[in-house]
Structure formats: structure tokens, C-alpha cells
């Protein structure tokens, strides 16, 4: 995967590119999400009804309308999840590189800022000091992102097979290999995708045409940003209208995650019958139902497919 999600998604937050120069570096593509623990024995609680439900559309909605109904492609989603706790913190450093305190940052200053981040960034993740990220340099990193995450934790949690609440050489050794083997199959699913023909091989043209699904889709996302929060409709969004779009395109996230892996039937629409489906798995104690991803399978993961169906909503 190229540097074009990652751009997109610093020009979704910042209004133009305010880390552009932060990602000029070589490297491969992220870890994977983990898979779901063991579950244990369900709690007895009474199950919420989705028709008494009243849904109101979230903060998401404004990227789930510009999705056209399309999820997020598979790299990017793949690259967003390693990279969420890196982006959270270039929005909660703007202000650092607002000079002048006006609430904007100039291009000047998103320049700054750009080859601060990247300065600062290769002095903690370029391991051989050549001022360029390797593919084994980038994929440490990612890993080191991800283990922070709470999926990460979780899957740490797993594989710590002593529970001493760190991983010894064994056990990093087999979440390394579970992690490689998901990054397989990822890649493995990613290129059925674009395998349009079912040949079994993937196309410079069919390659290209995934290419170019990823751009619009990106596309779309920067156009809903400069929508539905430049605010002052300035043509540009300052660091609060930032803040405020990257808070609603982590949410998509979530919710787009949520509907990925819940749509029954593939239509991108949560409905009853989603529900429904669920509660037989919830019922049988599938890992599938356990959406909050704590390891459990309980009341609590109801509320959760219950709370994040209604977040999934988009209003007509």
C-alpha cells in the first residue's frame, strides 16, 4: 500500500495536508486486527428490544453517507487500526504549531509541523539511522502501535500464557506468528478482491481499478470533512472543525468495523434481521458475539450490538 490513505486521512483532519511530510517514507502495510477470545458462559439479563429502539444518527453518519454505501477498503482499514494512536496524537499537538494563536494553521506552520513529526518519528522508529523506514522498520512500528491498542492488549493477554503480564520470548514468538499468519490471510482476501475475473491472478488493470476505488473513496471522505465541518465556511478547516471531524471519522471507524462484520446479508443496512442473527449466535455462545471485545461473551455485548446499530443509523 502506498502513502494515499495515510495522506487522506491527514487531510480529512487538518483541511491540507498538515503531515504531509511525515509519511514520505518507505514501508509495508500494518498488522492485523485479532482475532476474538474464547468466550465465556453467557449472563442471564433481559435482552434490550430493537423495535422499542429510537435511532438517532451519530457523528458517523456523515462518512457512512459519503461511503455511498461502500466500506472502507480492506488496506486502509487494516493501516487505520495501527495507526490510530499516531494520528490522535498529531490532532492533539495542532495547537503546538499555531504560532500566531489565531486558531488556523498556514502552510507554513503545517510545514513545520509536518517535518517536526517526521524528524521526530524517524529518531524513534529508523532502528539503522539511514533517514529512511525499511519495510521490517515500518512493520515493528506498526506492531508497537497496535500492542498499545486495545485489541492489542487483549490479544497480549492471549498469548501471555504464564499471565505474568509480559510476553517472554516463546510467547512473543507465537503472537508474532499468529500476527503474520492474519497479515497472510489479509493479503490473501485483499487480492480475491481485486481478482475481478476469478482468474486467479490479479491484473494490472484489475489492480489499478482497486487503486482507484481506494482514491474515490478517500475522496469522497475529504469532501464530507470540508462539508459538514467547516463550520465558518472559510473553505478550510481550522483546528476545532479538525478535532471535530477526526472525533466523527473515529467513530466511522468503529461503526463501519461494527457493520463489516454484523451485515448478514451484505447490504450495508443494519436491520432486524442483523439483530436477529446475532441473538442466535449471542444464544449459542459464538465468539462472533462478542462485539465489546473483552474476551466474554455477556449482557454487555448485547448493549454494545444494540448501541452501535442505532450509531450506524444515517439520516434520509
Do not use: C
Not at 492488549?153 to 498469548?159: C, D, H, N, S, T
Not at 451484505?266 to 446475532?278: A, I, P, S
Amino acid at each position: 500500500m502506498n502513502t494515499k490513505s495515510i495522506a487522506a486521512l491527514a487531510v480529512l483532519v487538518a483541511g491540507t495536508g498538515v503531515v504531509a511530510a511525515v509519511w514520505s517514507m518507505n514501508r509495508d502495510e500494518d498488522a492485523q486486527t485479532p482475532v476474538v477470545l474464547a468466550p465465556q458462559p453467557v449472563a442471564q439479563a433481559p435482552l434490550p428490544e430493537l423495535s422499542t429502539a429510537s435511532f438517532t444518527p451519530g457523528p458517523a453518519s456523515v462518512f457512512l453517507k459519503s461511503a455511498g454505501g461502500q466500506p472502507m477498503p480492506a488496506q486502509s482499514r487494516s493501516m487505520m487500526q495501527g495507526m490510530m494512536g499516531m494520528m490522535a496524537s498529531l490532532i492533539g499537538r495542532m495547537e503546538e504549531f499555531d504560532a500566531n494563536g489565531d486558531g488556523m494553521l498556514s502552510d507554513l506552520e503545517k510545514i513545520a509541523m509536518g517535518f517536526k513529526l517526521r524528524k521526530e518519528f524517524l529518531a524513534d522508529h529508523d532502528l539503522d539511522g539511514d533517514g529512511e523506514m525499511s519495510g521490517e522498520e515500518w512493520r515493528a512500528f506498526q506492531r508497537s502501535m497496535f500492542e498499545q491498542t486495545p485489541q492489542g492488549q487483549q490479544l497480549m493477554k492471549q498469548f501471555d500464557a504464564d499471565g505474568d503480564g509480559v510476553l517472554d520470548e516463546d510467547e512473543q514468538t507465537a503472537l508474532d506468528a499468529h500476527l503474520d499468519q492474519l497479515e497472510a490471510d489479509r493479503r490473501a482476501e485483499e487480492r480475491a478482491r481485486m481478482d475481478t475475473d476469478g482468474d486467479g491472478d490479479v491484473s494490472r488493470e484489475e489492480r489499478r481499478a482497486a487503486q482507484q476505488q481506494e482514491q474515490a473513496f478517500w475522496q469522497n471522505q475529504m469532501n464530507a470533512a470540508e462539508t459538514s465541518f467547516d463550520y465558518d465556511e472559510d473553505g478550510e478547516l481550522n483546528i476545532e472543525e479538525s478535532r471535530d471531524a477526526w472525533d466523527a471519522w473515529v467513530e466511522y471507524q468503529i461503526v463501519d468495523d461494527f457493520i463489516t462484520r454484523y451485515d448478514s446479508n451484505g447490504d450495508r443496512r443494519m436491520e432486524t434481521d442483523d439483530y436477529n442473527q446475532f441473538l442466535n449466535d449471542y444464544g449459542q455462545r459464538d465468539p462472533s458475539s462478542d462485539v465489546n471485545g473483552d474476551g466474554e461473551i455477556d449482557i454487555e455485548d448485547v448493549y454494545a450490538f444494540h448501541d452501535l446499530m442505532q450509531r450506524s443509523m444515517t439520516a434520509d
